[in-house]
């Protein structure tokens, strides 16, 4: 039909409520699980920030996006890198799903590094599920440098999407821009912090042992969490970009039946203004 899921959802009485202003941009790949890994780091991120459900809701390009612009579907959304420059600028604060945590997929992914990339203007955190947190604590404990090595390899020369031409759209752009070692650089640099701020947060939430070695380990990361970062790394983008009324709305999708309030951003040039204020 030519229409996203959010779209969809306004045109019916019963489901119009479960659309409302995005908070949070997400960025993630198909590869990952809505249930297992989505919607279960949604929920653990809502939880352990103490967000109120009424008032938050989630930017998921699945659920917003027009789908078939390139196979010819009629008011298709065309997805480029400005596009998405704008509602995450306007939006804000980014959330990056890494899971696993030992192979984060976004890092891989083209579209992901562009949005984390632009996320960086402004509030950006990693969550993981609930599963892979608890991976991931147990590896801060016991290998604190392969935890550092995995965030730590990022080239966007070497990673992908699912149609080619959008990887030639995503390296042209940042070509034009930003640079693709400035770009490596920020990402890295992004995730580092984010790295040492949450090792710091997990190490104090363990439970206090006799254990010597235990609390030797526990020193020796906090020591290397609160390392400097070195190097310097150029900010991208200038001021953040104002809301652009006629061309996007920023909207957000509650997925009926799911725990978290899954968003989506409407790319609503046709949407009608009616609809859209009447869930305020």
């Known amino acids: 039909k030519g229409k996203s899921v959010a779209e969809l959802l306004l045109e019916d009485p019963r489901t119009a409520a479960e659309v409302g202003p995005a908070t949070i941009f997400v960025s993630w790949y ?36 027009r789908q078939g612009f390139y196979v010819g579907v ?13 509602v995450i600028r306007d939006i804000g604060h980014t959330l990056v799903l890494c899971t696993p945590w030992d192979d984060p997929g976004p ?49 966007l020369r ?3 999407t699912r149609d080619p031409k959008d990887k030639e759209m995503i390296f042209e752009a940042v070509k034009n821009g930003i640079g693709m070692s400035e770009l490596n650089q920020l990402v890295m640099e992004k995730l580092r912090e984010w790295l040492a701020k949450t090792a710091r947060e997990e ?4 439970k206090p042992r006799t254990d010597s ?9 906090r020591r290397r969490a609160r390392l400097p970062l070195h190097g310097h790394v150029p900010r991208a983008g200038g001021r953040r970009a104002r809301g652009r009324a006629g061309q996007t709305g920023v909207m957000a999708l509650r997925k009926a039946g799911k725990p978290p309030r899954v968003a989506a951003l409407i790319t609503c040039r046709k949407l009608n203004r009616k609809a859209v204020n009447s869930q305020d």
């Not at 009629?74 to 704008?86: A, I, K, S």
């Not at 070695?213 to 990361?221: C, I, P």
């Open 74 to 86: 009629p008011n298709g959304d065309e997805t480029t890198p400005e596009l998405f420059t704008h």
């Open 203 to 206: 190490l104090d939430a363990l």
């Open 213 to 221: 070695t235990l609390r030797a380990e526990r020193a020796r990361v």
């Open 158 to 160: 070497k990673s992908d």
């Open 30 to 65: 198909l590869a990952q699980k809505l249930g297992r890994d989505l919607f279960d780091a949604l929920e653990e991120y809502m939880k352990r920030e103490g967000l109120d459900r009424a008032r938050t809701y989630f930017w998921v390009c699945d659920y917003i996006i």
């Open 107 to 155: 890092l891989k992914r083209s579209w992901c590094l562009w949005e984390i990339k632009t996320g960086a203007e402004g509030k950006l955190e990693v969550i993981l599920s609930r599963e892979e947190r608890k991976r991931f604590r147990r590896a801060l404990v016991k290998d604190f440098p392969s935890v550092e090595t995995k965030f730590s390899a990022i080239d």
